[in-house]
């Protein structure tokens, strides 16, 4: 879990650029970042040196362009939050792909019933219409039989 997190991201010290004594050479500044935990902010401390002559000046506390501890807290509560939200409208639009499929299938499954109804139904009438058409070719051949020995034998 990170506790101090900097709003962006600085390698030196905020404020003012680093002081120079008269001869050019740069003086060092040196920062350390403390929690103010009594205003719930993070301040820099910073040393200055004082008027040239090389002793630091007392600590000055600037305020940092870091995140309170509390925004933090709040950010990851509402980055939870956000992911809570996400996996709930995924679960909901898997819910509703769950259920448009089911209705798909229960839709299918009944047109295959039916599908399959009417293919049985066609069967049993090819099954009829073959047996009658047997029937007519018998009677058709026994009448052509007849027709034939009654022309044989007058």
Do not use: W
């Not at 997190?5 to 650029?17: E, K, L, R």
């Not at 719930?40 to 008027?51: A, I, Q």
């Not at 709930?88 to 009944?110: D, G, H, N, S, W």
């Not at 090819?126 to 052509?144: D, V």
């Amino acid at each position: 879990m990170e506790f101090l997190q900097p709003a962006h991201d600085f390698s030196m010290c905020f404020g003012d650029p680093p002081y120079g004594d008269p001869t050019g050479h740069a003086n060092s500044v040196s920062c350390l970042i403390q929690p103010d935990l009594n205003h719930d902010v993070f301040l820099m401390r910073r040393t200055v040196p004082d008027d040239g002559s090389g002793t630091p000046s007392t600590p000055e506390y600037l305020n940092a362009s870091f995140e309170p501890i509390g925004t933090i807290a709040t950010r990851n509560e509402r980055r939870k939050a956000q992911n809570r939200a996400a996996q709930r409208a995924f679960r909901v639009r898997q819910q509703q792909a769950l259920a448009e499929a089911q209705a798909k299938l229960r839709t299918l499954q009944e047109e295959l019933e039916g599908a399959t109804g009417r293919k049985d139904h066609f069967e049993q009438l090819y099954k009829s219409l073959s047996r009658e058409h047997e029937r007519l070719l018998r009677t058709f051949q026994e009448l052509l039989a007849s027709v034939q020995s009654n022309s044989l034998g007058d």
